[in-house]
């Protein structure tokens, strides 16, 4: 057990990249943890024993004050950068009121992670939007400690499926000047060892700058990533740095969507790298070099064993995209019921549907279906592009193509 105490924990965000991969972590050091959403079914199929799940939206502060009852320490790791241009609005508003509930609820401390960047020369929405939400969260007085990371690399991270699939896709790129821009990734082990390792440091508050051993530009990252996979890649930069244009490139050859990418590539302007040796005086997390942090994401990916993705997080919905219903014959609609006897287990079967979609495709009229994402991404949707989590398991809230899943009753169908 990492804590010399069990402590009482809330994590925010658990159905996202970073929340999901830190509940288990947590659960497994002995600490008692919980977890709040706007949707707990996405949480109960996880194999999180013990784990206590409560309903609620973090923008209403009774749903807040209850999710913090008896919470000693609580993690915040929520964003609304799929919310459009006003992301930073709702940001600064459900950090004030979570502050405000922490200090109601008489919670320790609150552990943020957000953005690096140096304050002075941020020209990104989004990492002052980042770097905001920490004092936000502070202003009600509840202490705050502050992780401040770049790009986080790790099989499944917006940041680096970006990377991945441009130079995965690309031979020749024609980039804009953002490419020549400075950057410190860390590997998602080591953000993880900081969040984890931050309950043995109560006294710990304030802003903490992390990063690898690496300073790179963007164009040595992809092709340091080019390299490991024996990939031959060629790199141009424009004098111009075209962020609009870029975000439209992006939306085009990767699977992170328009909404998302537009505040990740307006980022890549500002140099981020640490300017401050605090964690590497506090913690005895030793970050990897960028290149062992893209040896175990591939490693990852290539034995299907990817534990969360961005595209698995509430947050990569639309703030006004609504969340499916379930369907009632009550509800007047005509129904198309057919069945269909197979001579197989239901496990057998149950299987074999779990598996659709992704890199297996669909087994009946698989062009119609590369039609309908086709016609999706020209509306502005999210097409086939998010693919799957895992090609053979599903949990509720994972993505299926332009699909996700809302409710799983293994073996039903």
Same mark, same amino acid.
């Given at each position: ?7 009482h ?9 970073i929340?999901g991969r ?15 959403s ?14 206590e ?8 502060p009774?749903a807040?004050d209850r999710?913090?009852q008896g919470?000693?320490?609580a ?12 992301f ?8 004030t009121?979570f ?9 320790r401390?609150?552990?943020y992670?957000?953005?690096l ?9 989004h990492l ?8 936000c969260?502070?202003a009600?007085g ?21 990377l ?8 020749i790129m024609i ?8 950057c410190?990734?860390i590997?998602?082990? #080591?953000? $993880?060892g900081? @969040? ?7 006294? %710990?508050?304030?802003? /903490? !700058?992390?990063?690898? *051993?690496d300073?790179l ?17 060629v790199?141009?930069?424009l ?8 975000s ?9 969507p328009l909404s998302?990418a537009r505040p990740?590539?307006e ?5 981020v790298?640490v300017?401050s040796d605090r ?11 960028y ?9 990852r ?9 961005w595209? #698995?997080? $509430?947050?990569? @919905? ?7 219903? %379930?369907?009632?014959? /009550? !509800?007047?609609?005509? *129904?198309d ?8 287990p239901?496990?057998?079967v149950f ?23 086709m016609?999706?991404r ?5 097409g ?10 599903l ?13 799983l ?5």
């Amino acid at each position: 057990m990492s804590s010399a105490t069990r402590l009482h924990i809330l994590v925010t965000g658990a159905t996202g990249y970073i929340g999901g991969r830190l509940v288990p972590r947590l659960l497994a050091t002995g600490h008692a943890v919980r977890c709040v959403s706007r949707n707990p079914d996405r949480l109960a199929t996880h194999p999180w024993p013990g784990v206590e799940i409560v309903a609620g939206n973090l923008g209403d502060p009774e749903a807040a004050d209850r999710a913090l009852q008896g919470i000693e320490v609580a993690y915040y790791l929520v964003h609304s950068m799929a919310a459009g241009h006003a992301f930073w609005e709702r940001d600064r508003l459900m950090a004030t009121r979570f502050g405000e509930a922490a200090a109601r609820a008489g919670v320790r401390r609150i552990i943020y992670l957000g953005g690096l960047g140096d304050p002075s020369h941020v020209q990104s929405w989004h990492l002052v939007s980042r770097q905001e939400v920490g004092r936000c969260l502070a202003a009600a007085g509840v202490p705050v400690l502050e992780f401040r990371a770049a790009v986080i690399v790790g099989s499944g991270s917006a940041s680096f499926e970006i990377l991945r699939h441009l130079t995965e896709r690309l031979p020749i790129m024609i980039t804009p000047t953002w490419v020549n821009t400075r950057c410190q990734p860390i590997g998602i082990r #080591s953000v $993880l060892g900081y @969040l984890i390792e931050a309950l043995d440091h109560p006294a %710990a508050t304030g802003v /903490f !700058e992390i990063g690898g *051993l690496d300073v790179l530009t963007y164009r040595e990252m992809m092709l340091r990533y080019a390299a490991q996979r024996g990939l031959r890649r060629v790199i141009w930069a424009l004098p111009v740095p075209l962020p609009q244009l870029s975000s439209l490139w992006v939306d085009l050859l990767t699977p992170v969507p328009l909404s998302i990418a537009r505040p990740l590539v307006e980022s890549l302007r500002t140099e981020v790298i640490v300017r401050s040796d605090r964690a590497r005086h506090t913690f005895s997390v030793q970050p990897t070099g960028y290149d062992e942090a893209v040896k175990l994401a591939l490693a990852r990916l290539a034995a299907d064993d990817v534990e969360t993705t961005w595209a #698995s997080s $509430l947050a990569s @919905l639309a703030q006004d995209e609504p969340e499916a219903d %379930a369907l009632r014959s /009550f !509800e007047g609609m005509l *129904l198309d019921s057919r069945r269909r006897r197979v001579r197989a287990p239901p496990a057998r079967v149950f299987e074999a549907l779990s598996s659709l979609g992704g890199d297996e495709g669909w087994p009946a009229g698989n062009f119609l279906w590369q039609l309908r994402g086709m016609m999706d991404r020209l509306v502005g949707g999210t097409g086939m592009r998010r693919g799957r989590r895992r090609p053979r398991e599903l949990l509720v809230g994972d993505p299926v193509d332009f699909w996700r899943v809302e409710a799983l009753e293994p073996p039903h169908l």
